[in-house]
């Protein structure tokens, strides 16, 4: 799940960065780290016979002081400074992280290299390509203790061969003061109070656009081809990713349309970055429009670190990494106990009832969806 609103940190194919808390680093230290210290070693004993060794996630059940794990994202991933150094004050183990490309390709790259998998944890795949990487069979399943704290609908394998971490909707964004009147669901965009107004993502290039697609289909069924033909009529505009619409074609980035397909965390970030600051955001959310996107992750097949890929992904469900997440990659934690920042809980519009597809719905027609999207909209 790209996000719109941190700082990327871009590197090549293949590049690693090396994550690791030696050499007396003065980085801050993050969100709830002392909290969680406690947490962290206590929260899970070490299971009773019944259960196999490798569920535990105490810090003394990874075997070997100071190995290493590599976790492989898009290069969207972000963390406060001090989050993964909390991992290895704990553990032991250092994180040595490698970003490739967007969900797409990380998802793409992982099933090239099963074989011999570039990482030992995968983070970043979503609902959306999910199946794909499930169907490839790159996970190691693994129940961590700490899912206990997951909501089920959440929880989209039952195998647990995918832990998710967090999640966000993507939905059509607006620019209050730029429309004649609040729209008020998907069918209002294509009234003529909204002609030449909405600008989208192709969904061959941009996981957003895909997500607004599905939405679509969600929402509509068979009738989301007619739906697109109405946008199309009504002078729906088309960029090839995120950047090209918020920033280029929308309001905010200096353009002259007042609708776009964002994020529902949009509002709040445009708070927090304001210029001047500001106590109100511009922006709202039609909540009607809102897909679901939840990303996981997940133990590459053919670790060499089976232990401490556990505890990685046990880390990713604490208090420490998921109070990191909301600022870094405006997408919201999966835990009942982690804290919101104050713009969230205010500026966040919350959709109640997300759309969203199954994965393996997905998987089957993806490439129909988007061919027949180009005919329609594009031709």
């Known amino acids: 799940m790209k996000s719109p609103f941190t700082l990327r940190l871009i590197v090549a194919l293949g590049a690693v960065v090396l994550i690791a808390a030696a050499c007396g680093s003065d980085t801050g230290t993050a969100t709830g780290d002392t909290d969680f210290d406690d947490d962290f070693v206590t929260a899970s004993p070490a299971p009773p016979e019944t259960e196999s060794p490798s569920a535990a996630s105490n810090a003394e059940d990874v075997p070997v ?26 553990t032991g183990v250092r994180v040595e992280l490698l970003e490739v490309g967007d969900a797409g390709t990380l998802v793409a790259e992982a099933i090239l290299t099963k074989d011999t998998p570039l990482g030992d944890v995968m983070f970043g795949i979503d609902n959306t390509f999910l199946q794909r990487g499930l169907d490839a069979g790159i996970f190691v399943p693994y129940e961590s203790p700490r899912l206990v704290d997951v909501a089920a609908d959440l929880q989209l394998d039952p195998s647990h061969r995918v832990t998710p971490v967090d999640y966000g909707d993507v939905c059509v964004n607006y620019w209050k003061d730029a429309l004649p009147r609040e729209p008020v669901g998907l069918a209002d965009l294509t009234h003529a109070d909204f002609a030449d107004e909405l600008v989208v993502q192709h969904p061959e290039t941009s996981s957003v656009g895909l997500a607004f697609l599905l939405a679509t289909i969600a929402a509509f069924g068979d009738g989301w081809e007619q739906y697109w033909a109405d946008l199309r009529a009504n002078g729906v505009a088309v960029t090839a990713g995120w950047e090209d619409a918020y920033y280029g074609e929308f309001i905010a980035g200096g353009g002259e349309r007042s609708m776009v397909v964002s994020y529902a965390s949009s509002p709040p970030a445009e708070v927090i970055y304001a210029d001047p600051p500001t106590d109100v955001a511009p922006t709202g959310v039609i909540t009607d429009s809102c897909y679901r996107q939840i990303e996981f992750a997940g133990i590459l097949s053919g670790t060499d670190n089976e232990a401490g890929a556990q505890a990685l992904i046990d880390f990713m469900l604490s208090e420490t990494w998921q109070n990191d997440v909301p600022l870094n990659m405006f997408v919201y934690p999966v835990i009942s106990s982690a804290a919101l920042p104050p713009e969230f809980v205010e500026h966040t519009a919350v959709p109640a009832a997300p759309l969203m597809l199954d994965p393996a719905e997905i998987e089957a027609n993806r490439d129909a969806w988007t061919e027949r999207w180009v005919e329609i909209v594009l031709r």
Do not use: A
């Open 65 to 90: 002081e100071g190995t290493t794990v590599t976790l492989l994202s898009h290069d969207s991933f972000t963390l406060s400074d001090g989050t993964l150094e909390t991992f290895t004050e704990l």
